[in-house]
T-cell receptor
């Protein structure tokens, strides 16, 4: 699976959009971008995933650059409950299907 | 709504004792994962099962850890004998894989402390 790079921490004001970047410059054509988050003392939670097109669901939007070397997770209106560690994971859809977690980005939403 | 359940939520035990952690995957899911999380190592995969058969347990110390799925509704992770370095939060996750992608749904974890 391709390696990802994320900033270790970010702050965001409550009610504002949180934009979390992820670099995956070695991504290959059959690798998907996944985002999970982990709120303190809880198990990781799936947020969204995509291959090349931008994706949106009830939780977030995922913007993938045209060259697929980076992506951004957008939480449109961050709340205090969005404070968590956010993991960007790149993996193929065949073979080993376990997740390889990096160190993620610790997002702190400020009141 | 459907959730992965894990028991116990907390376990404190002495070094050398056997520890068994249990996981009930979401009904209908065919893949179960065990992860371990520590401050030093972060989240790491220990083992995973597809249709109850072990597919990968390369992340698990074989001499003391064992993972099984006696039936589709129960996965167990056993440590015997336990050591202080096993202190961690152990997460179980389940997913449905039918040749394509699947999200993984994580349980709340078992916080293990070995003294």
């Amino acid at each position: 699976d391709a390696k990802t790079t994320q900033p270790p921490s970010m702050d965001c004001a409550e009610g504002r959009a949180a934009n979390l970047p992820c670099n995956h410059s070695t991504i290959s054509g059959n690798e998907y971008v996944y985002w999970y988050r982990q709120i303190h003392s809880q198990g990781p939670q799936y947020i969204i995933h995509g291959l090349k097109n931008n994706e949106t669901n009830e939780m977030a939007s995922l913007i993938i650059t045209e060259d697929r070397k980076s992506s951004t997770l957008i939480l449109p209106h961050a709340t205090l409950r969005d404070t968590a560690v956010y993991y960007c994971i790149v993996r193929v859809d065949t073979g080993r299907r376990a997740l390889t977690f990096g160190s993620g980005t610790r997002l702190q939403v400020q009141p | 709504d459907a959730r992965v359940t894990q028991t116990p939520r907390h376990k404190v035990t002495e070094m050398g004792q056997e520890v068994t952690m249990r996981c009930q995957p979401i009904l209908g899911h065919n893949t179960v994962f065990w992860y371990r999380q520590t401050m030093m190592q972060g989240l790491e995969l220990l083992a995973y099962f597809r249709n109850r058969a072990p597919l990968d347990d390369s992340g698990m110390p074989k001499d003391r850890f064992s993972a099984e799925m006696p039936d589709a509704t129960l996965a167990t992770l056993k440590i015997q004998p336990s050591e202080p370095r096993d202190s961690a939060v152990y997460f179980c996750a389940s997913g449905l894989v039918l040749g394509g992608l699947s999200e993984q749904y994580f349980g709340p974890g078992t916080r293990l402390t070995v003294t």
